[in-house]
Each structure stands twice: as structure tokens, then as C-alpha cells.
């Protein structure tokens, strides 16, 4: 079991910044990467950064050169700063453990992030 829980969505400015944060909890031994998701209303959700157990991170065109993810292994927690915010970054943000031994994955409940002036 691997329980994960996002914090620290909101409002944000258009170019302001805004950090994420998603804690594991239960079995996360069992974690080989971690990934940040977003999805807007109306929309699929998509795939926005990653960070395997190595290290080596990836991002979506999207959001590259302006979001920035991270990890602390020691507090179980993954991390997605996110600067130069658009309008378009409005969306549902859910973190996605994926784990060596199930095929599922676990998922957060979410965190809600609009960029308004």
C-alpha cells in the first residue's frame, strides 16, 4: 500500500510561481518513480514531469526551462516548483508513484492549481 497526498495548490499570478508538494506514506520501498500529472477541465489528463529512483529527471514540452521537479527520499516526498506560470498550467495536479511490484501505480486525490490574473 502506498498512500500519497499533494499540498500546496491555489492561485497563482500569471508568471508568478507556485510549489508543489506530494507525500508517500505506507510501503514506498516499493517506489521506483515518481511523476507529477495535470488535468484540465475538459481535458485528458497528461503527463507533466518525472523523477526515477536514479535521479534523471524529464518534463513535458510544455513546461520545460519553467518547472522543476524534485525529491527529499528522507521525508517521502516529491516536489514540482513551477515558475513563469501560464494560464494554461490551470489544472488538477496529481502525483503518480510508480511501483516495482504493481502494474497500477498509486495515485494522489489531487491538488487544484489555477493561474489568474
Known amino acids: 500500500q502506498v498512500q500519497l497526498v499533494e499540498s500546496g495548490g491555489g492561485l497563482g499570478k500569471p508568471g508568478g510561481s507556485l510549489g508543489l508538494s506530494c507525500a508517500a506514506s505506507?510501503?514506498?520501498?516499493?517506489?521506483?518513480?515518481m511523476r507529477w500529472y495535470r488535468q484540465a477541465p475538459g481535458k485528458q489528463r497528461e503527463w507533466v514531469a518525472s523523477?526515477?529512483?536514479?535521479?534523471?529527471?524529464n518534463y513535458a514540452n510544455s513546461v520545460k526551462e519553467r518547472f522543476t521537479i524534485s525529491r527529499d527520499n528522507s521525508k517521502n516526498t516529491v516536489y514540482l516548483q513551477m515558475n513563469s506560470l501560464k494560464p494554461e498550467a490551470t489544472a488538477v495536479y496529481y502525483c503518480?508513484?510508480?511501483?516495482?511490484?504493481?502494474?497500477?501505480?498509486?495515485w494522489g486525490q489531487g491538488t487544484q492549481v489555477t493561474v489568474s490574473s
Open positions: 503518480n508513484a510508480v511501483r516495482h511490484d504493481s502494474p497500477f501505480g498509486s
Open positions: 505506507g510501503s514506498t520501498f516499493s517506489i521506483t518513480a
Open positions: 523523477i526515477v529512483n536514479a535521479g534523471s529527471v
